[in-house]
Every structure is written in structure tokens, then in C-alpha cells.
């Protein structure tokens, strides 16, 4: 019997003023993955000024954010420490609009809630 996780994705809107709200769409919303596959997270959004992305993750069992991998620009992406280790995580940024994580080797301590976000260049 293969162990299978869950992984939920969610529409966040982050604000770059009072009342320019920025839609950033992630698919897929939801995905069940086997254990030791992979899986590719996308994220896309319509403002060309959000130049910077972000990846988070939340596990289960806490309400803190860890911050996986960011992108300043098209073509730069960077993982974060500690998650830098081993080839599992790998964002990739082809485009300002257009982002993806993608994360290898899955197992049980994957499992989360992973969010993108944007914001403006600072």
C-alpha cells in the first residue's frame, strides 16, 4: 500500500495600497502525491510592477510561515536556507507574471499549506 500526502494551495490577494489588491492564482489547489515523487506548484499574477515572488510553507501543527525560495526578476531564483540542501526544492521564474516550486522526493513532512506572494520592488 503506497502512503499518499496532502497538499492544499490557496488564492491569496496581498495589497500593494489601500486599494490595489493584487490576485495571485496557485495551482494546483489541491494535490495527492506519492511518496517519493514529485509534485510542481504554479503561481501566476496579472501586475508586472510585483517583480519580487515568494514561496511559503505552513505546516499542520504551527501558524508560522517558512519562507522556502524567492525570486527578484525573471530567471533569478533562490532557495532558502535551510531548505537549500539536497536538490529538493526548485523555483524556477520564466517569467515577472509566472513562478513554480517545485519540490522532489516527497514525504510525509511535506505535507502543508504552500502559498506564493508578490510584492513590488523595494
Given amino acids: 500500500m ?16 489601500a486599494s ?27 501586475k508586472s ?7 511559503y510553507r505552513q505546516r499542520q501543527d504551527t501558524q508560522d510561515l517558512e519562507l522556502l525560495a524567492f525570486s527578484v526578476g525573471k530567471d533569478n531564483a533562490k ?3 535551510p531548505f537549500d540542501k539536497a536538490d529538493k526544492y526548485i523555483m ?11 519540490i522532489e522526493k516527497l514525504e510525509a513532512a511535506d505535507s502543508a499549506l504552500y502559498y506564493c506572494a508578490t510584492s513590488l520592488t523595494q
Fill in 20 to 46: 490595489d489588491g493584487v490576485n495571485i492564482v496557485q495551482e494546483p489547489k489541491i494535490s495527492f502525491v506519492d511518496q517519493s515523487s514529485s509534485v510542481i506548484l504554479n503561481c501566476r499574477h496579472e
Fill in 49 to 55: 510592477d510585483q517583480t519580487r515572488m515568494f514561496w
Fill in 79 to 81: 532557495i532558502e536556507p
Fill in 2 to 17: 503506497k502512503t499518499r500526502f496532502f497538499y492544499s494551495l490557496t488564492f491569496l490577494q496581498f495589497y500593494t495600497a
Fill in 92 to 102: 524556477t521564474r520564466p517569467e515577472v507574471l509566472k513562478g513554480t516550486l517545485q
